[in-house]
Nanobody, 122 residues
Framework: QMQLVEFGGGSVQAGGSLRLSCTPS????????MGWFRQAPGKEREGVAV???????KYADFVKGRFTISQDNVKKTLYLQMNSLKPEDTAMYYC????????????????WGQGTQVTVSS
């Protein structure tokens, strides 16, 4: 069973940047989608960005042009570079993975990390 551990959360002022990383273990094959999701207090979890095993990506409209998802092809570490952060980006950010992924969509993936907190102050 895959395990995911996130790093890189923290507190930053509006307009600042953070880089999240997610290290997967027990990566048993290559056809995964991996993604970042977030959940703010009192709100439902929402998709932020996902990347498919072929390198294609999908972003939520509210992060387009500000966030970039990428993956190290050797170590399979997943990254989320977050620029121009806004207070509304404050949330717990989760890394997730879906094996044998064929569609690049936001949905309830199979494997989840514990989450890392991102707080953006105005």
């Amino acid at each position: 069973q895959m395990q995911l551990v996130e790093f890189g959360g923290g507190s930053v002022q509006a307009g600042g940047s953070l880089r999240l990383s997610c290290t997967p273990s027990r990566y048993t094959h290559s056809r995964y989608c991996m993604g970042w999701f977030r959940q703010a207090p009192g709100k439902e979890r929402e998709g932020v960005a996902v990347i498919k095993w072929d390198g294609s990506t999908k972003y939520a409209d509210f992060v387009k042009g500000r966030f970039t998802i990428s993956q190290d092809n050797v170590k399979k570490t997943l990254y989320l570079q977050m620029n121009s952060l806004k207070p509304e980006d404050t949330a717990m950010y989760y890394c997730a993975a879906e094996p044998f992924c064929e569609t690049l969509e936001f949905y309830e993936y199979t494997y989840w990390g514990q989450g890392t907190q991102v707080t953006v102050s105005s």
